[in-house]
């Protein structure tokens, strides 16, 4: 199973500054946030799914927005 990175452990990086890249992608009829570590992509987690998935695009970034990440990259 990929490794994935929990909610709370995505806004310690992103208010430190230690991940600068993101990246929303679509999975089937939702998006999910990754963000780049090293070299390699990991998913954002919820509590209780391995990958959370949101709705909308705009579910994605008001997440963004309340986590402190201020820009990221859309791939269809």
Do not use: H, N, Y
């Amino acid at each position: 199973m990929k490794k994935a990175i929990a909610q709370d452990t995505l806004q310690a990086l992103g208010e430190t500054g230690a991940a600068r890249e993101f990246r929303v992608l679509r999975e089937g009829e939702g998006w999910r946030l990754e963000l780049r570590l090293g070299v390699r992509w990991l998913p954002v987690r919820s509590r209780r799914e391995p990958v959370r998935v949101w709705r909308s695009l705009t579910a994605v970034g008001r997440f963004c927005a309340g986590v402190g990440i201020k820009a990221l990259t859309v791939e269809l």
